[in-house]
Nanobody, 111 residues
Framework: VQLVESGGGLVQPGGSLRLSCAAS????????WNWYRQAPGKERELVAR????????NYASSVKGRFTISRDSAKNTVYLQMNSLKPEDTAVYYC?????WGQGTQVTVSS
């Protein structure tokens, strides 16, 4: 099982980024998929989840209405579209599925 995130970077407040998580080694649609983040000095927190059945989603209250999780089964990839970014969104973002974690991708929101 391998998860590889990409798409992080430096963006100004109010900007957008799209994170990608490319997966290999297991049945893509058989699991829930999660995006977590961890800011310096803080615990890792769940940001968004997409469920295996029906593709239902839920979000942390801090990102609801601004972030969207989605998946492309043909590409074995999960995405996190992040809009209206705020400085408090600054963190390392991790993809998680079936007990596996990616290496993380840094998102920095700053002017």
């Amino acid at each position: 099982v391998q998860l590889v995130e990409s798409g992080g970077g430096l963006v100004q407040p109010g900007g957008s980024l799209r994170l990608s998580c490319a997966a290999s080694g297991f049945t893509f649609n058989a699991y829930n998929w999660n995006w977590y983040r961890q800011a310096p000095g803080k615990e890792r927190e769940l940001v968004a989840r997409i469920f295996d059945a029906g593709g239902f989603t839920n979000y942390a209250s801090s990102v609801k209405g601004r972030f969207t999780i989605s998946r492309d089964s043909a590409k074995n990839t999960v995405y996190l579209q992040m809009n209206s970014l705020k400085p408090e969104d600054t963190a390392v973002y991790y993809c998680n599925c079936a007990g596996s974690w990616g290496q993380g991708t840094q998102v920095t929101v700053s002017s």
